[in-house]
């Protein structure tokens, strides 16, 4: 069956489109009226804090969920459970890492490799890829249990990508492992979508997700509060700069000078630490910095930082995205 293709106003392919959304558990209203729409060649983020609608949103792409009002194109048909043909294209990693213990690590990769391509030579060829891909040569004989929490989510990657989806779906595909298995699977995510597959990852862990996405998508209690590039949604932020300046010195006097100065919005001396929160301007710092020299205030280190995704969404919603 041929694939319909959806285009928006920009002339780009659209791979998702959510219209209006709702879906309630009971009295629980877990997706409000959600609208989203992923394009071809993105890496799209959903981040938000847990119970916050992501995993629900997946299950309805994935048509593993019935909602109660709105629509689900995926490839530009509504999806739903019988639609083989749709979500053969898709390659699913979930949270809750679903391998068999029974299987060993190349089993298991060619077992759900083999859900998708029958062909014996054509899947070998498709499951060595995944193997090397996630670096898991070394333990192909090894049964899941035996495996570090690290090696246990490439496996689960691999057997999600082994069959090679045009859309990819990794759902918080990062939880509780090391740091350097954590590395190697962004980036590792990365090379899948430079290959040519649309990513849609979510994530809580906002430094991820700053890293990796083209585009990303706020939510917070089943709704949708802000969409953008990385960058976009940092200019939402009103303090778009805090400088930090280590001095041991300081009064009230001047601090409350340094809070009259251009563009600053707050000024706090706490643990020796000036931080000092303004609009983006490209003289907030010498401003800064020349007061200082000014008073005869001794400083030492200086930085300065721009807005975290966590600051957009304190921005937004008064709360910080891991409260």
Request: positive net charge.
């Amino acid at each position: 069956m041929a694939v319909k293709k959806m285009m928006n106003m920009g002339g780009e392919k659209i791979m998702i489109l959510i219209e209006n959304l709702v879906k309630r558990y009971g009295k629980i209203l877990a997706l409000d009226h959600l609208n989203l729409e992923v394009q071809e060649g993105e890496i799209y983020g959903l981040l938000g804090p847990n119970g916050s609608g992501k995993t629900t949103v997946i299950n309805c792409i994935l048509a593993l969920l019935k909602f109660d009002k709105g629509s689900v194109k995926v490839f530009g048909e509504e999806i739903r459970p019988e639609s083989y043909h749709l979500k053969k294209q898709i390659g699913v990693v979930m949270q809750n890492v679903a391998v068999f213990e029974e299987l060993s690590v190349y089993e298991n990769i060619d077992y759900f490799c083999g859900l998708y391509i029958p062909e014996k030579l054509k899947r070998k060829k498709l499951v060595e890829e995944a193997i090397a891909f996630t670096g898991l040569e070394e333990y192909l004989k090894f049964r899941p249990q035996k495996l570090s929490g690290g090696l246990l989510r490439r496996l689960n990657i691999a057997c999600g990508i082994a069959h090679k989806p045009r859309l990819i779906i990794l759902d918080e595909p990062t939880v509780a492992v090391d740091p350097q298995s954590r590395n190697k699977i962004l980036e590792g995510i990365k090379e899948l979508n430079r290959k040519g597959s649309t990513i849609i990852y979510t994530s809580h862990y906002m430094e991820e997700v700053e890293q990796i996405c083209t585009k990303i998508s706020i939510l917070d209690r089943g709704k949708c509060l802000a969409t953008g590039t990385k960058e976009e949604l940092k200019r939402m932020v009103k303090t778009g700069q805090r400088i930090v300046i280590d001095t041991v010195v300081l009064n009230e006097k001047q601090i409350e000078k340094i809070r009259t100065l251009p563009h600053v919005f707050s000024a706090v001396w706490k643990d020796q630490c000036l931080m000092v929160h303004c609009t983006e301007d490209g003289e907030n710092l010498i401003r800064l910095l020349s007061y200082l020299s000014q008073e005869k205030i001794p400083f030492g280190r200086v930085f300065s930082e721009q807005p975290t995704l966590n600051d957009v969404f304190l921005e937004i919603t008064g709360k910080a995205l891991r409260d």
